[in-house]
């Protein structure tokens, strides 16, 4: 098994561009992500992408996501599926058994959802609000533009549609340049 790479807070350099892209953290996996972190962020709502960060191809996903789920559900953190597939049906039905609401159809990195989103938790503020998704270019770039906070995990399967499969060389290009601008240089490969 891959060796897991926690990445430190964000850089505060201005002069790279690359840093729209950058995650606060970047994961194996969602289930890996501690509470503990969570909790040290303040966050209250979490975000998550579907395709690929909490569900297979096949449309499954994993005993440990359930778990994880339920696990911040006991600690009152809210949960959220924001996807950009068009499919209301999977999205519903993923939500559903996951005991998470949805917004479907959300054009990432368009903040258009996270805005619509937010006005449902009137008491959480930016700073309390968590993304996590497998895409820099759609998860993690939406939520930079929102300014709230993101972690990158490691898409579920090699197998993409094409329009995903053709960001991912650029996506690799940009997780070089971010992990050596962090001092505990690490690697991962995404
Ligand atoms: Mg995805």
């Given amino acids: ?16 561009m690359l840093k729209n892209f950058y995650p606060n953290y970047v994961f194996e996996k969602v289930e890996n992500i501690p509470y503990e972190l ?3 962020e303040g966050i209250k709502l979490i975000l998550m992408d579907m395709d690929n960060t909490i569900i297979d191809s096949k ?28 499919s209301q049906k ?7 058994e996951l005991g998470v609401r949805y917004f479907y159809k959300a054009s990432k990195p368009s903040t258009k959802a996270f805005k619509k989103v937010c ?20 998860d993690i770039w939406g939520g930079n533009r929102f300014n709230i906070k993101t972690i990158l995990v490691k898409r579920i399967n ?6 995903s499969r053709l960001k991912r060389p650029i996506e690799k ?3 070089n340049h971010y992990y050596k601008k962090e001092e505990k240089l690490s690697k991962c490969k995404v």
């Fill in 38 to 40: 969570i909790s040290k």
């Fill in 90 to 96: 999977v999205v519903k039905r993923i939500a559903k």
């Fill in 158 to 163: 090699k197998k993409e549609i094409f329009v």
């Fill in 173 to 175: 290009i940009i997780l």
């Fill in 1 to 16: 098994m891959e060796k897991e790479v926690v990445i430190g807070q964000k850089t505060k350099s201005k002069k790279s």
């Fill in 119 to 138: 006005l449902e938790f009137p008491d959480i503020s930016k700073d309390e609000i968590l993304m996590i998704g497998d895409q820099l270019f759609t």
């Fill in 59 to 86: 449309g499954k996903y994993s005993k440990d996501i359930k778990k994880w789920i339920k696990f911040m559900k006991s600690k009152n953190i809210k949960l959220y599926i924001v996807s950009n597939s068009f």
